[in-house]
């Protein structure tokens, strides 16, 4: 189990790691296009601290209800059909947590995009969106990274 933290800390670090290479690589072009301002700079934060949230929540959330599920399981050795018994009946609590964990980090992303779009002189609303939108390619890259690491 130990591992398994240690391995979602890793992930989540590399997560960030790419995060921020996003913010970088949004500033950087700001600047080379000399379209640069600090609503530039927020709204990149912005994106990128709810993608970092969103990976976090994510870990946090599904490994709970993994926890819950082995918890009430335990160490007792069951037949096969006593298994099967036992995770239909609890396996619904692992989807829930993450039915919820989907719908809070969508709320989060879009509640991100709103107050873009509400406060657009202090946020730029692109530089906002791109790390938001990168979010996903970059769990892609983590996953293989990963994969590689464990080769």
Do not use: C, W
């Not at 913010?23 to 379209?35: A, E």
């Not at 969103?54 to 335990?74: C, H, I, W």
């Not at 619904?92 to 992303?109: D, G, L």
């Not at 390619?137 to 080769?151: A, N, S, T």
Request: hydrophobic residues 55%; proline residues 1%; neutral net charge.
């Amino acid at each position: 189990m130990n591992n398994d933290k240690s391995s979602a800390v890793r992930q989540a670090l590399l997560l960030a790691l790419g995060e921020l290479l996003v913010l970088g690589i949004v500033v950087g072009v700001y600047l080379i296009i000399d379209k640069f301002t600090y609503s530039v700079l927020l709204g990149a934060a912005l994106g990128a601290l709810v993608g970092i949230f969103n990976f976090f929540f994510l870990t946090v959330s599904v490994n709970r209800a993994v926890d819950e599920y082995l918890r009430l399981r335990g160490e007792r050795e069951m037949s096969e059909e006593e298994l099967e018994r036992f995770t239909a009946e609890h396996s619904a609590r692992v989807q829930n947590a993450a039915k919820v964990s989907y719908i809070v980090r969508t709320v989060a992303m879009l509640g991100a995009l709103v107050l873009a779009f509400a406060l657009s002189t202090h946020f730029d609303v692109l530089a906002t969106a791109i790390p938001l939108l990168m979010y996903r390619p970059l769990m892609y890259f983590v996953e293989i990274f990963e994969r590689k690491k464990g080769d």
